[in-house]
């Protein structure tokens, strides 16, 4: 994709297509702006979100709603305590000249949608997460590419817990952002359902092209970022490590478990997507600030202290910034 004269014109480009993309988004979709701008944001950086709210929050169609403006493939998985691995990957059978053929499970396709992903045993979540760091599917020693762009918008129930295997802390890290989507507002509601009870049905333009995303998930990549923006994001991850040399007095009472350094990438990629997504050419320390609870919320675990007291990871990560 070469018809931009330069990164700045691309970059410029960048802004007013995402605002075309939120517009088109919101045919469908009311309200929930920082919902969308961090799936967005996630899409943009080559990363995948986690995305934490009650049944009944249109997350589905949230990300339906983002694959058809995209021209994206989409898949979606409901994960149930049976689910096999090749359920997820797929699996190699005989044809009819007793020839191997791989027979492509709903990974294969641009955009996921993995529903209740805590609902299903540890090695059947291994087997996606497993695909979203590599890019691939294993099978009996082959590899098979995902189709790029990829993305995974997990979900998870914070408030039935009951039948559920919660992501290990190591699997977490895997996931960009946590998202969590709440109830919307009054005026909100009272619109969803004028738009939901009649038999109109808002047709989604496509804005993008998966060659044009790749481009500008490769423009984030380009977009330079100053030392101070790198080493704040550095600092505010170190913060959060217990017992170490720059840990917070917050981390020190309130946690038990820091951010890693994927936490810090983070940070800096999600930076410079809000960056461009405000017209800026490069990130300054604001734009680390406004993604650092999704990024750093599900990598960091309270201790007992921190529940009893009632203090929230948002209060800590907020305290940090």
Known sequence: MNKFNSEVESADAFKKIVQDLKSEIHKRIIGQDEVIQLVLTSIFCNGHSLLVGVPGLAKTMLVQTISSALDLDFN?????PDLMPSDILGSE????????????????ANIILADEINRTPPKTQSALLEAMQERKVTISGNDYDLQAPF????????????????????????????IDLDYPDFDSEVEIVKQTTTLTDQEINHILNAEEIIHFQELVRKVPVPDNVIEYAVELVAK??????KAHEMANNYLDWGAGPRASQFLIL????????????????????HIAIPVLQHRIVRNFKAESEGIGVSDIISELT
């Open 270 to 289: 999600g930076a410079k997507c809000n960056a461009l997504f405000n017209g800026k050419y490069s990130p300054d320390i604001e734009d680390v600030k």
């Open 93 to 108: 059978t005989l044809d009819a000249n007793k020839n191997l053929k791989f027979i492509k499970g709903p990974v294969f």
């Open 76 to 80: 979606r998985i409901q994960f149930t």
């Open 240 to 245: 959060t490590r217990k017992g170490r040399e």
């Open 151 to 178: 993305f995974v918008l997990a979900t998870q129930n914070p408030i039935e817990q009951e039948g559920t295997y919660p992501l290990p802390e190591a699997q977490l890290d895997r996931f960009m952002f946590q």
